[in-house]
């Protein structure tokens, strides 16, 4: 790496420390590309070069917690536990994660979840590994006998995650729900649709 590449990762590292602090201190709306400018000691314009929008800029920043709360939840996942509790697990971690700040996270789910995956990288990358260990999990428990043959593992895995996301709508929505009412009604909700792929056991 030559000294101008070095200094371009500097200065990106110095915007995105400065981001994760003034948008966690913040919120999106109210912390504009100025402020971080001014935090991270550059100008607006090596800000925009660096990222091409807000947006971009908060996903990036939150990346690495969102990457390292996956790795923590798959590596700690509990393989001797009924496949719902497995479920839960997963999703409960993400739900703990985002409570720390709900409006910082909201504004994320909301700024990306309906883009085009090309323009957000990160979240795309982050959705499809979660979705391809779920698919994995279903697989798992199919080749067990414990799923029905017939479940296509990616539809299911997709009704699943399907099934977190609106749960994750309750806690955006509702101040007064708190992580654990929350994994309730997701518990119900997925262990109804469980009941449909599952081969009752004798």
């Known amino acids: 790496m030559n000294r101008r590449e070095a200094s371009k990762k500097e200065t990106r590292q110095l915007i995105l420390k400065a981001a994760r602090r003034l948008f966690a201190q913040k919120g999106l709306e109210d912390c504009t590309i100025r402020d971080i400018a001014t935090a991270a000691g550059v ?3 090596s800000v925009v070069v660096h990222f091409q929008n807000k947006t971009g800029l908060l996903e990036e920043a939150l990346n690495r917690d969102l990457e390292k709360t996956l790795s923590a ?3 700690s996942m509990p393989q001797d536990l009924p496949l719902l ?13 985002y409570d720390t700040n709900r409006n910082l996270y909201r504004a994320l789910i909301r700024q990306t979840i309906f883009e085009p995956t090309g323009e957000t990288p990160h979240m795309t990358k982050l959705t499809a590994r979660y979705l391809q260990f779920l698919a994995d999990m279903i697989g798992t428990e199919r080749t067990r006998g414990l799923i029905r043959p017939e479940v296509d593992t990616s539809i299911a895995a997709g009704a699943i995650f399907s099934l977190y996301l609106g749960a994750l709508t309750l806690l955006f929505r509702e101040p007064a729900m708190t992580v654990e009412m929350v994994a309730a009604v997701l518990a119900a909700m997925t262990g109804q649709y ?5 081969i009752e056991q004798e």
């Open 43 to 45: 100008s607006p314009a």
């Open 85 to 97: 509790e497995r479920l839960l697990h997963l999703a409960t971690g993400f739900l703990r994660l």
């Open 73 to 75: 939840l798959l590596a």
């Open 194 to 198: 469980l009941q449909g792929i599952i």
